[in-house]
Structure formats: C-alpha cells, structure tokens
C-alpha cells in the first residue's frame, strides 16, 4: 500500500497548485522528523545533489516564460516565470520526500516483496517478478555501503582514481551470481485496503487547480 500510495502521489504531483505542493512540503518533512529522524542526513543529501537541477529549472521558467516583468530593468524574468519554475521545483522535492520517507519507513526486504507482489499479475507477459526482486534487492542492500565508500574516496587524495576502480570493480561483478537474499512473503492486503490508495489519488487530484 505504500508503494501504491506512493505512485498515487508521483501521478498527482505535476498538476498540483503551488500551494498545495508547499503545503506537501511542509507535511513531508514534519513526517521525516516525527517518523524517521534518523534518516536527517540522508534527506540533506538528497536534496543537495538536486541543488543544480533545481537551479536549472528555475533559471528556464523565470528566463523564458512570458509574462509580467519581476522588475521593470528586466523584462526578461517574469512573475509567471518565477511561479511556474517555483512550482515544478516543488514537484522533484516532494516526489523526493516521499521516496526517502517510504524508504525510512520500509525495510529493504519488505520493499522487495511489495515490488514482487505488485508485478506478480505481468507473469503471463513474460516478467519475472522473482528475478526482479532479487536483483533489486542485491542493488538496494549495497547502495548504503557503496555511497560511504564512494564519498570517502571523494574527500581523500586521489580518491577520484579509487572511486573509478571501485565502480569498475562493481560493473564487473554485476554479471555474477549474488549471496542469496531473504524476501519475506507478504500477506495480501485485505479488501478494503486496496481503496486506501485510489482515497489518495482522488484527494489529491481534488487538490489540483
């Protein structure tokens, strides 16, 4: 349910207001302090690796979008601009609150085990939602451990050159059989539990102008 709840949002975000979206903002984060303090740091430096895309769409709408001039001496940047880019930088924050809330929340294995239960009616296509979860779960339980590794050859010296062999030493491996990973078997939802993410998706297209 987390995992849909999750798209339900993903699906509302680009068409809401941009109160709504600061008003999500603000929820997400009292959520992130009252649930998953911890994961603080982690949240810091999602957000700071989003510092020159955000930067990037802020500069596109406010240079480019017609409109009202912010200030007579530069008609270029408008207020339209500066609303617009404000409101699709919203966008990338809240989607990346949410991920980072529902991955605070949820244990790797549990993750693994929705995502698997969720792709369970594509079997007759032809996916495999076995392998899939497996192969998630391997990349999801290195992640922490390859990110500490990579930053500290980051600050060190010569600590790019080392950060090139460990990713190629990753690259090699990849194609090679992983240690066995423990997916726990979800019970499935009850009924009416399948309601609480079309509640979502319906509340939060009520939010969208």
């Known amino acids: 349910m987390r995992v849909l709840a999750l798209l339900a949002l993903a699906s509302a975000l680009p068409s809401m207001s941009l109160a709504a ?18 994961g603080a740091a982690r949240l810091r430096a999602g957000l700071w690796r989003l510092r020159w895309l955000l930067l990037a769409i ?14 007579s001496a530069l008609p270029g940047l408008s207020r339209e ?12 924050i809240d989607l990346l ?16 085990a929705a995502i698997r239960m969720l792709l369970a009616p594509l079997r007759p296509l032809g996916v495999d939602p076995q392998r899939i979860g497996l192969r998630l779960a391997l990349a999801l339980d290195g992640i922490g451990e390859m990110e500490g590794r990579l930053r500290g050859y980051a600050r060190a010296p010569g600590g790019w050159a080392r ?16 240690e066995a ?28 102008p």
């Open 181 to 208: 990973v423990v997916v726990p078997a979800l019970a499935a939802p009850r009924w009416w539990e399948w309601l609480l993410p079309l509640v979502l998706l319906v509340v939060l297209h009520r939010w969208t």
């Open 21 to 38: 979206l600061a008003l999500l903002s603000a929820l997400s984060l009292l959520a992130h302090l009252r649930l998953a303090p911890a």
């Open 81 to 92: 601009g500066l609303a617009e880019g404000l409101r699709r930088a919203l966008v990338l």
């Open 97 to 112: 609150l949410a991920v980072y809330l529902l991955l605070a929340l949820t244990a790797v294995a549990e993750l693994v």
């Open 163 to 178: 950060a090139a062999r460990l990713i190629e030493e990753i690259e090699r491996k990849a194609g090679e059989p992983g």
């Open 58 to 71: 802020f500069v596109l709408y406010v240079g480019f979008t017609p409109g009202e001039p912010l200030w």
